[in-house]
């Protein structure tokens, strides 16, 4: 049971340093004063999803998804 606590917490801790590092690499949510005319809905703007930062955010939370199960795992290995 020790092995197995070893490994998790192994796989934990990659798990928290690539999340630091995924939502370092994105950029802010904040549009500036562009998003009071419009100017933020650029052809950029609306196919975020295929874009660098679209696949960004989706990595960013399947590991927030893994961070959380990670922790009650090992919350209940620990009792």
Known sequence: ???????????FILV????????????G?????????GAAETYWGKNK???MEGTLVKITKFLAGGFFLL???LNLTFI
């Open 1 to 11: 049971m020790t092995a197995l606590r070893i490994v998790l917490t192994l796989v």
């Open 49 to 51: 999803g295929r874009s």
């Open 71 to 73: 922790a009650i795992v």
């Open 29 to 37: 949510k904040s549009a500036g004063l562009g998003s009071i005319s």
């Open 16 to 27: 928290c340093m690539a999340l630091v590092a995924l939502v370092l690499l994105q950029e």
